[in-house]
């Protein structure tokens, strides 16, 4: 008579590793909302506090996702570091043009001054 074979159970399935968004997520998400801000012209103040911040989070999300190994996450630091630089360049290009123009109409106002 055979002896009977018990079925052992499988072993059980591999965790899958946990999710790892170390990335630079809010680095994008503010460097995004920082150009929509500029070139917008909507609450000017809120779009150079939003690039300074996409700056320091892009650089800190790239950093940590570079440690970590997760690529996606390093290229989100990126596009948001990126992203959040240009909108301080423009920023600043902005605030030297409004800076010359009041120059100008100052320089004009004041021969028209003199003038009369």
Sequence with gaps: MPVPVIPQ???PP???PPFQNEGGGP???LGVLSIICGLLGFVPVLGL???VLGVI???MGF???RDAGNQGGV???IIGL???ACAVLLWVIGMLFLGGLLAILGGILGQAAQMK
Aim: aromatic share 4%.
């Design 14 to 16: 591999p965790v899958p």
């Design 75 to 77: 290229i989100l630091g």
């Design 49 to 51: 506090v939003t690039s």
């Design 82 to 84: 990126v992203l959040s």
């Design 63 to 65: 950093a940590r996702a």
């Design 57 to 59: 989070f892009g650089a």
């Design 27 to 29: 680095g994008l998400v």
């Design 9 to 11: 159970p499988d072993a």
